[in-house]
């Protein structure tokens, strides 16, 4: 993947612990910013989907 900057959450504590999100070529891919080697990657559709689940509460009672 071409260097992309990682962007993490605008509801990111200031401690660094947070997930962070680049996208590029199709790719989506996710990490912890306090284990940046282990990086899941998605699809952009696969991601979008992810997203309207979390922000609808549909993943709520799964924490």
Known sequence: M??????KSSHSAANNECVEVR???????????DDPVTILCTTQAAFADLLVSI???E???RV
């Open 2 to 7: 071409p260097k992309v900057i990682w962007q």
């Open 23 to 33: 996208a590029g070529a199709g790719v989506v891919e996710v990490r912890e910013s």
């Open 55 to 57: 922000k609808a509460g």
């Open 59 to 61: 993943l709520d009672d």
